[in-house]
C-alpha cells in the first residue's frame, strides 16, 4: 500500500494519560500535514512539516501537544496529559511541496479517532 | 480570516438524480481549492483539484468549478448512485497560506434506492 498510514487506528485512553500517534506519509512526499476533526465539523489544520522542519503551528495546538518529524520521514503526533475535549480524529496528510510548483494535492490518511475517558 | 460555507449541510435524492453541491469562501485569494469525500470514520479521499487559474475539473461523473471572484465553488455529481452517499468538504489553500487547508463543515450526502 503506497498511501499514508495512520497507527493506531483507534485510541482509548483515560484523561491524564498520555498518547502519541504515528504517521507514514506517501514516500517521495516532502510535506506532511496534521488535522483535528470533531464530531460534525471539517478538519482543523493543527501544524505542518516540510521535510523535518516544522514550519507553521495553529494555535490549537496548545502546550500539551507536540509533533516530530525526525529525518523527514514518518512524523509522531503526541498529546500529554490528556482531557476529554482532546478526543477527536487526527488525521494526516502529505503532499508534494516545491517553491514554484502548481501541484500540491494533499493525500489523507485514514486517522486515528481518539476517544478520552 | 478564511471563511468555508457548504449549503446544503444534508442531502437525501433519489437514485439517478444529478445534484449540486455549494462551496463558498470569503477570502478570494486562493491557491487552489479541492473536493474530498468522507465515509463516516473514515479518512477524506480527494476528489478534484482546481487551481486559481482554472475554472473547472472533471472526473468521471463528478464535475467542480470554481469563481474566485464571487467566492463560490460547486461540485456537481450526475446521475447519483447509492454508492455516492457520504459527506463532502470543500477546502481551500489560501496564497502565502503555508499550503494548509481550510475545510468548510461538509454536506452529507445521501442517495437513496
Known amino acids: 500500500d503506497t498511501g499514508v498510514s495512520q497507527n493506531p487506528r483507534h485510541k482509548i485512553t483515560k484523561r491524564g494519560q498520555n498518547v502519541t500517534f504515528r504517521c507514514d506519509p506517501i514516500?517521495?512526499?516532502?510535506?506532511l500535514y496534521w488535522y483535528r476533526q470533531t464530531l460534525g465539523q471539517g478538519p482543523e489544520f493543527l501544524t505542518y512539516?516540510?521535510?523535518?522542519?516544522?514550519?507553521?503551528k495553529s494555535r490549537l495546538l496548545s502546550d500539551r501537544f507536540s509533533a516530530e518529524r525526525p529525518k523527514g520521514s514518518f512524523s509522531t503526533l503526541e498529546i500529554q496529559r490528556t482531557e476529554q475535549g482532546d478526543s477527536a480524529m487526527y488525521l494526516c496528510?502529505?503532499?508534494?511541496?516545491?517553491?514554484?510548483?502548481?501541484?500540491?494535492?494533499?493525500?489523507f490518511g485514514p486517522g486515528t479517532r481518539l476517544t478520552v475517558l | 480570516k478564511q471563511e468555508v460555507t457548504q449549503i446544503p449541510a444534508a442531502l437525501s435524492v433519489p437514485e439517478g438524480e444529478n445534484l449540486v453541491l455549494n462551496c463558498s469562501f470569503t477570502?478570494?485569494?486562493?491557491?487552489?481549492l479541492q473536493w474530498f469525500r468522507q465515509d463516516p470514520g473514515k479518512g477524506l479521499t480527494s476528489l478534484l483539484l482546481?487551481?486559481?487559474?482554472?475554472r473547472e475539473q472533471t472526473s468521471g461523473r463528478l464535475n467542480a468549478s470554481l469563481d474566485k471572484s464571487s467566492g463560490r465553488s460547486t461540485l456537481y455529481i450526475a446521475a447519483s448512485q447509492p454508492g455516492d452517499s457520504a459527506t463532502y468538504l470543500c477546502?481551500?489553500?489560501?496564497?502565502?497560506?503555508?499550503?494548509?487547508?481550510?475545510f468548510g463543515t461538509g454536506t452529507q450526502l445521501k442517495v437513496e434506492l
Open positions: 512539516f516540510q521535510n523535518e522542519a516544522q514550519l507553521e
Open positions: 482546481i487551481q486559481s487559474s482554472q
Open positions: 477546502a481551500v489553500v489560501l496564497t502565502g497560506g503555508g499550503n494548509k487547508l481550510t
Open positions: 514516500s517521495e512526499h516532502n510535506r
Open positions: 496528510a502529505s503532499s508534494l511541496g516545491f517553491l514554484g510548483t502548481a501541484y500540491n494535492e494533499q493525500f
Open positions: 477570502d478570494s485569494a486562493i491557491y487552489n
